[in-house]
Protein backbone atom coordinates (compact mmCIF):
# COMPACT_ATOMS: atom_id res chain seq x y z
CA UNK A 1 0.00 0.00 0.00
CA UNK A 2 1.28 3.54 -1.03
CA UNK A 3 2.54 5.86 1.47
CA UNK A 4 -0.11 8.76 1.54
CA UNK A 5 1.50 12.49 2.10
CA UNK A 6 -0.11 15.64 2.90
CA UNK A 7 1.51 18.76 1.50
CA UNK A 8 1.77 22.15 3.93
CA UNK A 9 3.31 24.87 2.67
CA UNK A 10 2.59 28.35 1.94
CA UNK A 11 4.54 28.27 -1.24
CA UNK A 12 2.55 27.20 -4.67
CA UNK A 13 6.65 26.16 -5.86
CA UNK A 14 7.90 24.46 -2.97
CA UNK A 15 4.54 22.52 -2.76
CA UNK A 16 4.61 21.95 -6.60
CA UNK A 17 8.35 20.67 -6.57
CA UNK A 18 7.56 18.18 -3.67
CA UNK A 19 4.66 16.55 -4.96
CA UNK A 20 6.73 16.23 -8.92
CA UNK A 21 9.53 14.15 -6.84
CA UNK A 22 6.93 12.14 -4.11
CA UNK A 23 4.44 11.21 -7.16
CA UNK A 24 7.21 9.87 -9.06
CA UNK A 25 7.22 7.02 -6.56
CA UNK A 26 4.97 4.19 -7.18
CA UNK A 27 4.80 3.57 -3.17
CA UNK A 28 4.09 7.17 -2.54
CA UNK A 29 0.75 9.25 -3.18
CA UNK A 30 -0.04 12.95 -2.44
CA UNK A 31 -3.64 12.66 -1.10
CA UNK A 32 -3.37 17.01 -0.45
CA UNK A 33 -2.30 20.33 -0.15
CA UNK A 34 -2.43 23.27 2.15
CA UNK A 35 -0.84 26.61 2.28
CA UNK A 36 -0.79 26.95 6.08
CA UNK A 37 -1.37 25.36 9.49
CA UNK A 38 -4.65 25.78 10.05
CA UNK A 39 -5.80 24.15 7.74
CA UNK A 40 -4.06 21.07 8.40
CA UNK A 41 -6.84 19.64 10.84
CA UNK A 42 -9.81 19.42 8.53
CA UNK A 43 -7.75 17.85 5.79
CA UNK A 44 -5.94 15.54 8.19
CA UNK A 45 -9.69 14.19 9.08
CA UNK A 46 -10.75 13.89 5.89
CA UNK A 47 -7.86 12.43 4.01
CA UNK A 48 -6.46 10.60 6.56
CA UNK A 49 -2.49 10.62 5.63
CA UNK A 50 -0.26 8.56 6.72
CA UNK A 51 2.68 11.41 6.33
CA UNK A 52 2.39 15.45 6.44
CA UNK A 53 5.32 17.07 5.41
CA UNK A 54 4.73 20.68 7.44
CA UNK A 55 6.78 23.74 6.49
CA UNK A 56 7.95 24.86 10.05
CA UNK A 57 7.23 28.73 9.18
CA UNK A 58 3.37 30.11 8.00
CA UNK A 59 1.97 33.25 8.01
CA UNK A 60 -1.65 32.41 9.92
CA UNK A 61 -0.09 28.88 11.92
CA UNK A 62 2.96 28.00 12.07
CA UNK A 63 4.47 24.38 11.66
CA UNK A 64 5.01 23.94 15.49
CA UNK A 65 1.44 25.37 16.65
CA UNK A 66 0.04 23.22 13.37
CA UNK A 67 2.01 20.07 15.00
CA UNK A 68 0.71 20.65 18.66
CA UNK A 69 -3.00 21.19 17.16
CA UNK A 70 -3.13 17.79 14.82
CA UNK A 71 -1.14 15.69 18.02
CA UNK A 72 -4.13 16.92 20.48
CA UNK A 73 -6.87 16.85 17.83
CA UNK A 74 -6.82 13.55 16.15
CA UNK A 75 -6.56 10.31 18.00
CA UNK A 76 -4.39 8.39 15.60
CA UNK A 77 -2.07 11.29 14.11
CA UNK A 78 0.12 10.94 11.03
CA UNK A 79 3.37 11.44 11.08
CA UNK A 80 4.72 14.52 10.95
CA UNK A 81 7.69 15.34 8.64
CA UNK A 82 8.91 18.74 9.54
CA UNK A 83 10.29 20.81 6.28
CA UNK A 84 12.41 23.88 6.93
CA UNK A 85 15.18 26.63 4.63
CA UNK A 86 17.97 26.30 7.85
CA UNK A 87 18.82 23.27 9.43
CA UNK A 88 19.89 25.13 13.11
CA UNK A 89 16.27 27.03 12.80
CA UNK A 90 15.29 26.93 16.29
CA UNK A 91 11.75 26.81 15.14
CA UNK A 92 12.77 23.33 13.50
CA UNK A 93 13.47 22.17 17.43
CA UNK A 94 10.83 23.28 18.88
CA UNK A 95 8.43 21.37 16.07
CA UNK A 96 10.14 18.20 16.75
CA UNK A 97 9.59 18.93 20.70
CA UNK A 98 6.14 19.23 19.93
CA UNK A 99 5.90 16.03 18.65
CA UNK A 100 7.07 16.36 15.10
CA UNK A 101 8.97 13.35 13.57
CA UNK A 102 11.28 13.95 11.67
CA UNK A 103 13.12 17.00 9.70
CA UNK A 104 13.77 17.52 5.92
CA UNK A 105 15.29 20.57 4.24
CA UNK A 106 14.05 22.34 1.19
CA UNK A 107 17.19 22.02 -0.45
CA UNK A 108 17.47 18.71 0.12
CA UNK A 109 17.91 16.03 -3.23
CA UNK A 110 14.79 14.79 -4.53
CA UNK A 111 16.16 10.96 -3.48
CA UNK A 112 16.84 12.22 -0.05
CA UNK A 113 12.99 13.58 0.34
CA UNK A 114 11.84 10.53 -0.77
CA UNK A 115 14.29 8.67 1.62
CA UNK A 116 12.76 11.23 4.64
CA UNK A 117 9.29 10.54 3.93
CA UNK A 118 9.37 6.33 4.06
CA UNK A 119 11.78 7.06 6.69
CA UNK A 120 9.32 8.55 9.27
CA UNK A 121 6.29 6.65 7.96
CA UNK A 122 8.06 3.42 8.46
CA UNK A 123 8.34 4.88 12.44
CA UNK A 124 11.88 3.12 12.76
CA UNK A 125 14.32 5.97 12.35
CA UNK A 126 14.64 9.87 12.02
CA UNK A 127 16.75 12.73 11.07
CA UNK A 128 18.20 14.55 13.27
CA UNK A 129 21.21 16.32 12.21
CA UNK A 130 24.23 17.55 13.69
CA UNK A 131 22.68 21.01 14.39
CA UNK A 132 19.68 19.93 15.63
CA UNK A 133 20.96 17.52 18.20
CA UNK A 134 23.47 21.07 19.19
CA UNK A 135 20.15 22.90 19.97
CA UNK A 136 19.01 20.07 21.83
CA UNK A 137 21.91 19.77 24.10
CA UNK A 138 21.61 23.36 24.50
CA UNK A 139 18.23 23.15 25.64
CA UNK A 140 19.35 20.41 28.74
CA UNK A 141 18.34 20.74 31.93
CA UNK A 142 18.17 19.33 35.52
CA UNK A 143 14.55 18.30 35.05
CA UNK A 144 15.52 16.29 31.84
CA UNK A 145 18.87 14.93 33.66
CA UNK A 146 16.03 13.71 37.06
CA UNK A 147 13.81 12.39 33.97
CA UNK A 148 16.81 10.22 32.63
CA UNK A 149 17.87 9.09 36.01
CA UNK A 150 14.35 8.21 37.37
CA UNK A 151 13.99 6.22 34.03
CA UNK A 152 17.02 4.11 35.01
CA UNK A 153 16.96 2.26 31.78
CA UNK A 154 19.00 -0.90 31.45
CA UNK A 155 22.48 -1.57 29.69
CA UNK A 156 20.75 -3.00 27.24
CA UNK A 157 17.79 -0.48 27.16
CA UNK A 158 21.02 2.37 27.21
CA UNK A 159 22.60 1.28 24.68
CA UNK A 160 19.60 0.67 22.22
CA UNK A 161 18.91 4.43 23.09
CA UNK A 162 21.98 6.00 21.92
CA UNK A 163 21.81 3.85 18.72
CA UNK A 164 18.35 5.06 18.41
CA UNK A 165 19.92 8.64 18.64
CA UNK A 166 22.13 8.12 15.79
CA UNK A 167 19.41 7.45 13.79
CA UNK A 168 19.34 3.74 13.39
CA UNK A 169 16.97 1.83 12.14
CA UNK A 170 15.79 -1.48 14.45
CA UNK A 171 17.33 -3.48 11.99
CA UNK A 172 20.23 -1.82 11.65
CA UNK A 173 20.70 -1.93 15.56
CA UNK A 174 19.66 -5.27 15.35
CA UNK A 175 22.74 -5.83 13.54
CA UNK A 176 24.92 -3.88 15.70
CA UNK A 177 23.62 -5.41 18.69
CA UNK A 178 24.02 -8.98 17.38
CA UNK A 179 20.27 -9.66 18.38
CA UNK A 180 16.88 -10.33 16.72
CA UNK A 181 14.65 -7.45 15.60
CA UNK A 182 12.04 -8.46 17.59
CA UNK A 183 14.20 -8.00 20.59
CA UNK A 184 15.31 -4.43 19.73
CA UNK A 185 11.39 -3.78 19.27
CA UNK A 186 10.78 -4.75 22.61
CA UNK A 187 14.27 -3.10 24.37
CA UNK A 188 12.76 0.32 22.26
CA UNK A 189 9.05 0.02 23.65
CA UNK A 190 10.42 -0.12 26.78
CA UNK A 191 12.40 2.71 26.36
CA UNK A 192 9.60 4.84 25.26
CA UNK A 193 7.68 3.76 28.28
CA UNK A 194 10.21 4.15 31.07
CA UNK A 195 11.22 8.36 29.48
CA UNK A 196 6.83 8.92 28.54
CA UNK A 197 7.89 9.49 25.07
CA UNK A 198 5.66 9.39 22.47
CA UNK A 199 8.09 8.13 19.79
CA UNK A 200 11.64 7.95 19.15
CA UNK A 201 11.91 11.32 17.84
CA UNK A 202 10.87 12.53 21.88
CA UNK A 203 13.31 9.72 23.32
CA UNK A 204 16.07 10.91 21.56
CA UNK A 205 15.41 14.29 22.63
CA UNK A 206 15.44 13.04 25.84
CA UNK A 207 18.66 11.72 25.15
CA UNK A 208 20.32 15.34 24.19
CA UNK A 209 18.71 17.40 26.68
CA UNK A 210 19.30 15.42 29.56
CA UNK A 211 22.81 14.62 28.00
CA UNK A 212 22.66 11.22 27.99
CA UNK A 213 24.26 11.61 24.74
CA UNK A 214 26.25 14.18 23.54
CA UNK A 215 25.88 15.44 20.04
CA UNK A 216 29.15 15.41 17.84
Same mark, same amino acid.
Given at each position: ??????????? &??VRAGLRAVLEAQQDIEVVGE???????????????? @????? @??????? @????????????? &????????????????????????????????????????????????? *????????????????????????? @???????????????????? #??????? *????????????? #???????????????????? *?????? &??
Amino acid at each position: MAVSVLLVDDE &PLVRAGLRAVLEAQQDIEVVGEAADGAAVIPLVRRLTP @DVIAM @DVRMPLM @DGIEATRAVLRAV &PQPPKILVVTTFENDEYVYEALRAGADGFLLKRARPAEIVHAVRLVASG *ESLLFPAAVRQLAAEYGTSEARAAM @DRAALTERESAVLRLMARGL #SNAEIAA *ELVVGVQTVKTHV #SAVLAKLGARDRTQAVIAAY *ESGFVA &PR
